[in-house]
């Protein structure tokens, strides 16, 4: 498959993984929502980032241009989607989908199939929607902050549908480091100057939903601010926070029976 969500991945695809590299923190945060699990799944595994080397993970990943830039070190990644996984029921330990249900053509037949197949932790990391959480980049661009309220799902329906039988759900927001290596748009809030380069915003999904003049007015009035010093007196606060804790969360489903809770783990 070229492409299977709601963009065209052979275009923004594109040098992915230089803007798109794992943030070792947020790995963490990952890794230890999966548990002690030996087996793991990784859906919409696109070139890999956030993969576990330390356990046996079979990776689903639609777009041939993302496929092509995982690591020699990774296996390669099975091409089908989410809605449709050929795995049998229960097989295995856990199961993670990072950044990526927000572009599912079905995201209830896809958390479907991660609950059939999973039998301990499901781990979704996405954006709460809703420009309430939405940082400078709003006032810059109100139509990426539409794009993205719109284009990712309510958390609170991610979690009831990843609660049947009993299923423990918790959700648990991620902190964004200030040199954060994975250039999603809000690893960007203390480094506006970022956003002026064209392949950084290529791999940010979202772009692809705003005409190039909006994109192109929000270029110019951005450097024109950052030039006159104007950005800096309205937002220099962001330069200096350590993190920012916007919009990104973790949501993870345990069996029934599970007692652990990631904040108990990451605070220890
Ligand atoms: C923003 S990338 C995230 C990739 C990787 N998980 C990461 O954290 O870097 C989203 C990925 O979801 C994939 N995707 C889109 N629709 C999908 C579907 N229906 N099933 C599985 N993956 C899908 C895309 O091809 C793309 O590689």
New binding site residues.
Partial sequence: MS???DVD?SVI?LGYSSH?R?DPRIAAMIHAALGDAKSVLN?????G??EPTDRAVIA????DT?RRQRPAHLAPAIDT???SLPLADQSVDASMA???VH???DMRA?LRELLRVTRGNIVLMTFAPGSASYFWLGDYCPELAAVEARRDPPIETLAAALAPAGRRVEIVPVPVPIDCTDGFSEAYYARPERLLDPNVTRAQ?SWAFVDEAVRERFVTTLRADLASGEWDRKYGQYRSMPTFTGALRLIVSRPANSTARLTDQTSA
């Fill in positions: 492409s299977a969500g991945y695809g798109r794992p859906v919409g595994a696109g070139s980032s956030y689903v990943e639609p777009a993302m989607r989410a809605e990072i950044i990526t572009q599912w053509q896809g999904s």
